[in-house]
């Protein structure tokens, strides 16, 4: 059982910079980790993923060069730093992980998750 927590949300203007976190309760060592977000009436999509810190992580096309998704294992945390905030971009953002590799599945393959943390950005 892997418990998520994300934290670092919060409102900025376009262009802005926020950095997200996720603590786990334990070793994700052997998990992919990724970030999704769900804006208000649209479907839960990926943002970006990555294995166990290894290997080059996977970005949604949408946010390849502004995103970097990163992790710390000895602190068992996941971050994704996100440049260049565009207002269509406020969503609320959950951590997810599954075990084994294999990252980009539907999000149903990713059997822990977070309770989210909002992003608000403005224009």
């Known amino acids: 059982q892997v418990q998520l927590v994300e934290s670092g949300g919060g409102s900025v203007q376009a262009g802005g910079s926020l950095r997200l976190s996720c603590a786990a309760s334990?070793?994700?060592?052997?998990?992919?980790m990724a970030w999704f977000r769900q804006a208000p009436g649209k479907e839960r999509e990926g943002v970006a993923y990555?294995?166990?810190?290894?290997?080059?992580?996977y970005y949604a096309d949408s946010v390849k060069g502004r995103f970097t998704i990163s992790q710390d294992n000895a602190k068992n945390t996941l971050y994704l730093q996100m440049n260049s905030l565009k207002p269509e971009e406020t969503a609320m953002y959950y951590c997810?992980?599954?075990?084994?590799?294999?990252?980009?599945?539907?999000?149903?393959?990713?059997?822990?998750w977070g309770q989210g943390t909002q992003v608000t950005v403005s224009s």
């Open positions: 334990t070793s994700t060592r052997g998990y992919c």
């Open positions: 997810a992980a599954k075990r084994g590799a294999g990252c980009l599945v539907p999000l149903t393959s990713y059997t822990y």
């Open positions: 990555i294995y166990n810190g290894i290997g080059s992580p």
